[in-house]
């Protein structure tokens, strides 16, 4: 069974009475998992899998969406606060790739926080981290070029989204990559055909795979999964939260680099 690192020092009665008021749901890739503007009571932690955040802009085009965050294995998705027992999500929630997500009643978790300070602390933690990283993710899509700011996320990605092989998941799309980074998709594309050029990339049946000398990142020195590293152990490192408002910014940067081309 799953045990999150967060309840593995819970008394064994409060974990399982923790277990039996959750429910376990399996989604698709590309299923929603949780619409924008829906009213929800359950926070959501990512068993396998990974989901993403999504923003949505004006109109029904795709390429006005943002995705905002990737919520990956032992990561919560959850409202601004557990002092109320529901909360109106203001994102939609996707599924990227195939994932088992276990849906926790606020008010169970908020009881197990009362009664475990620790429990608290480390969801104080996780969110602490995953927003310096967001800090670093906004700077860089001000501030980089698109070859530096794509390589930034395709390394990124060898984290959230481990091949078994190295490298990332090819299911992983090139829009999705677009959404994250602010970039049109042709615009990654492109680059990510120029880096494939130059041996930068590789693309196989296993997965897309990197180079590993690209700059260090706000995650420090990433490089692929090694052959044989599972999923799980690859994962264990920061990712992103929600930037504040990143949409408007975005959009004017996808505008600039599509009148570019």
Do not use: W
Not at 158 to 177: C, E, F, N
Not at 183 to 189: C, F, G, I
Not at 196 to 207: F, H, I
Not at 210 to 238: C, I, K, M, Y
């Amino acid at each position: 069974m799953y045990l999150h690192p967060l309840i593995a020092n819970v008394p064994p009665a409060e974990r399982e009475a923790l277990v039996q008021s959750c429910e376990l749901r399996s989604f698709r890739r590309n299923e929603t998992v949780l619409a924008a503007d829906s009213r929800t009571d359950r926070i959501y932690c990512v068993a396998s899998g990974l989901l993403r955040v999504v923003l949505h802009g004006k109109g029904s085009a795709q390429d006005t969406d943002v995705t905002t965050d990737f919520i990956r294995r032992d990561d919560f998705f959850m409202g601004p606060s557990l002092a109320q027992d529901g909360y109106q999500a203001t994102q939609t929630l996707i599924a990227a790739l195939p994932s088992a997500v276990y849906l926790v009643p606020v008010a169970a978790m908020r009881r197990l926080c009362a009664a475990h300070p620790e429990v608290a602390i480390g969801l104080l933690g996780l969110a602490m981290k995953r927003m310096a990283v967001v800090r670093g993710q906004l700077r860089r899509i001000s501030a980089l070029s698109a070859e530096d700011l794509v390589s930034r996320v395709l390394h990124q990605l060898t984290l959230l989204a481990p091949a078994s092989a190295g490298g990332y998941d090819k299911r992983i799309t090139q829009s999705v990559i677009a959404s994250y980074s602010g970039l049109s998709r042709e615009v990654v594309n492109k680059t990510m055909r120029a880096m494939e050029n130059r041996g930068l990339v590789r693309r196989d049946e296993d997965g897309v795979h990197v180079s590993p000398d690209f700059a260090a990142t706000d995650f420090g020195e990433l490089r692929p999964a090694e052959p044989g590293l599972s999923g799980d152990a690859a994962q264990q490192q920061d990712a992103p939260l929600l930037p504040p408002q990143p949409l408007d910014s975005l959009r004017m940067r996808r505008a600039g680099e599509s009148g570019s081309d």
